[in-house]
């Protein structure tokens, strides 16, 4: 494959639309084959509405970067810091909520591009550790952050719908310090 150039950038308010897409269409490829329509839908409806991608994105410890090759969005990262991490609420731990790539873009890197900018900003702020939940049946992601370091910790149980299903929490110590 001849050489992309990803760029990674910030996300505003003024990309809510775009992110919305993405962040449904993701999500949707990902777990579609996993889930009942009735329970997808709810997800995606409130996961993803107007009103709660605003709040998150004017949330001062959470931050989401586009993965763009030109102006197509080719994946996107989803941080959080402090009192915004969906567990723990380390102050001195980022947690990564999402890399989401679509299925075309698996395989080109693009998750990894993704993950070292989380990594750089886990630096930035000097945090001690990265950590996040995988869904226990993800092996392809299970497999990319052990690759990249991580370490089993915990199992927290996810609410999908009615659906009770379990994520592998992980963790990465970083050698800032």
Do not use: C
Not at 39 to 48: H, N, P, T
Not at 104 to 110: A, L, P, R
């Amino acid at each position: 494959m001849e050489n992309i150039s990803v760029q990674v950038q910030k996300v505003t308010l003024n990309d809510i639309q775009q992110l919305q897409e993405i962040g449904r269409k993701t999500f949707y490829e990902t777990f579609a084959g996993s889930n009942t329509k009735e329970d997808m839908q709810k997800y995606l409806d409130e996961s993803f509405s107007e009103t709660k991608l605003t709040e998150e994105l004017t949330d001062q410890n959470s931050e989401f970067y586009f993965a763009k090759i030109e102006d197509k969005i080719i994946g996107y990262l989803k941080v959080n810091f402090g009192a915004s991490q969906t567990e723990l609420k380390d102050n001195k731990a980022l947690e990564i909520e999402r890399i989401y790539v679509p299925k075309e873009f698996h395989g080109k890197k693009v998750g990894q591009i993704l993950y070292d900018k989380a990594i750089e900003i886990a630096e930035q702020h000097n945090s001690d550790y990265v950590w996040l939940g995988v869904w226990e049946e993800n092996p392809r992601a299970i497999n990319f952050y052990k690759k990249n370091g991580f370490v089993e910790f915990d199992k927290h149980i996810f609410k999908l719908g009615n659906d009770e299903q379990t994520d592998i929490m992980m963790k990465l110590k970083l050698n800032n310090n």
